[in-house]
């Protein structure tokens, strides 16, 4: 499928050598014939081309990296059909390497640079969360690490594929329980097939088992078999960071992954960002708190963030505490309203021990100044002797 060097493509790229080959097709560098610009070029295999739903995947990749903006997103600006008719979109050249290459070579990278892409990933991410995508397929080989003249990490994330469009009302590219995904990243509602369930904390998942491989070198789970794999991700829990895997990695950068790796969805972070920020703190040592049995949370002393909603727990508890204070405020306020018409108790002075009974030569009921005509007098107390 090797496109020769040289071949013009969609009149504007000259095709100057063979990047690699990816399970859509092959990428290519290229230079624009007018502005000599270096680019890459993602085209599609003559296979998979036929198929009309790997067509629509590659259509929609192109829609939806286009559409989204975000300096973490590898940018895309072009595509077209190359003269024997396989599609291509046209990219942004990125001079680094992606980070499976890394891990192979390294095994595993410091705590402080797995923040740092944990960070940057997650912004990206949520950009197109907030645009109802969710990428589906987040692995090392689909977030691309540039090379960097100070030495410091900036990461791209890449590869659209086979995300899905929440708001998507056209017919959907998959049937109900297909499984698509690269299984070691799949998050259990993904790995059963109940694509309807996939949502933003699909990814926070992928993310989380990216994190745990980028620090202890392992993934969380893995089987020889496809099927043993994604029985562990439905059914079984990660063994822990033992510090014999991660040396020098706080125990409660352990919790937060072990949160984000939750099997219910409603127990992970509410937000991608969130646990990005959890992951951040927990990594310089900033200590968390259980938000249940099962998962930790990071504290927030200055109150939730922005569009995060409270636990039901918490909001419940607010709105006893509540309607406790509002219920006293009536009572003290009723109290005060009517309390001449109250009986007096039996110790008040002038009382006498029958209830509602009045020593003769008791206290005059005198009418207080200011009263309105008519109105009842109120009882003003004997002075003490």
């Known amino acids: 499928m090797d496109l020769p060097v ?23 560098e290229a230079s624009h014939l007018g502005a000599g610009k270096r680019v890459a070029v993602k085209l599609m ?31 895309v600006f072009d595509f077209g059909e190359s003269p024997t008719g396989e599609p291509f979109l046209v990219m942004e050249y990125l001079d680094g390497e992606d980070l499976g290459h890394r891990l192979e070579r390294e095994g595993r990278v410091t705590l402080d640079v797995a923040a740092q892409i944990v960070k940057q990933v997650a912004s990206a991410l949520s950009v197109a969360h ?7 397929d987040l692995k090392p ?37 297909a499984v698509v995904g690269t299984p070691e990243f799949m998050a259990p509602e993904q790995a059963s097939g109940r694509i309807d369930w996939i949502d933003h904390r699909t990814d926070q998942w992928a993310l989380a088992v990216l994190s745990w491989h980028m620090l202890s070198g ?9 099927h043993q794999i994604l029985n562990q991700v439905i059914t079984e829990e990660p063994t822990p960071l033992h510090p014999d895997l991660a040396p020098l990695i706080p125990r409660e950068v352990d919790k937060v992954l072990r949160r984000a790796l939750s099997k219910k969805r409603e127990d992970r972070f509410p937000t991608i960002n969130a646990f ?45 505490w509540l309607s406790i204070g509002v219920l006293g405020l009536i009572l003290a306020g009723a109290a ?50």
């Open 6 to 28: 040289g071949t013009i493509l969609g009149e504007h790229y000259r095709v100057t050598r063979l990047i690699g080959v990816g399970g859509m097709g092959a990428i290519y």
């Open 45 to 75: 295999s003559k296979e998979l081309a036929k198929h009309p739903e790997a067509l629509a995947r590659f259509r929609r990749e192109v829609k939806v990296t286009t559409e989204l903006a975000h300096p973490h997103i590898v940018d």
């Open 130 to 136: 907030a645009e109802g995508v969710v990428h589906r």
């Open 141 to 177: 080989d689909n977030v691309f690490l540039l090379r960097v003249a100070d030495g410091s990490v900036f990461s791209k994330v890449v590869d659209f594929g086979i995300s899905k469009v929440l708001k998507a009302t056209t017919t959907k590219l998959t049937v109900a329980r």
């Open 218 to 226: 392992r993934l969380p789970f893995w089987q020889p078999e496809v």
């Open 276 to 320: 990005a920020r959890a992951f951040e703190a927990a990594a310089v040592g900033k200590p968390t708190r259980s938000s249940s049995s099962r998962a930790a949370t990071l504290q927030q002393p200055d109150g939730p963030v922005r569009g995060e909603r409270r636990p039901a727990h918490a909001k419940s508890r607010g709105g006893l």
């Open 336 to 385: 005060w309203v009517f309390r001449d018409e109250l009986p007096l108790p039996k110790w008040w002075p002038g009382q006498a021990a029958t209830r509602g009974a009045r020593p003769a030569g008791g206290p005059k009921i005198e009418p207080v100044p200011g009263d309105r005509d008519g109105a009842p007098a109120r009882r003003r107390p004997a002075p003490r002797p």
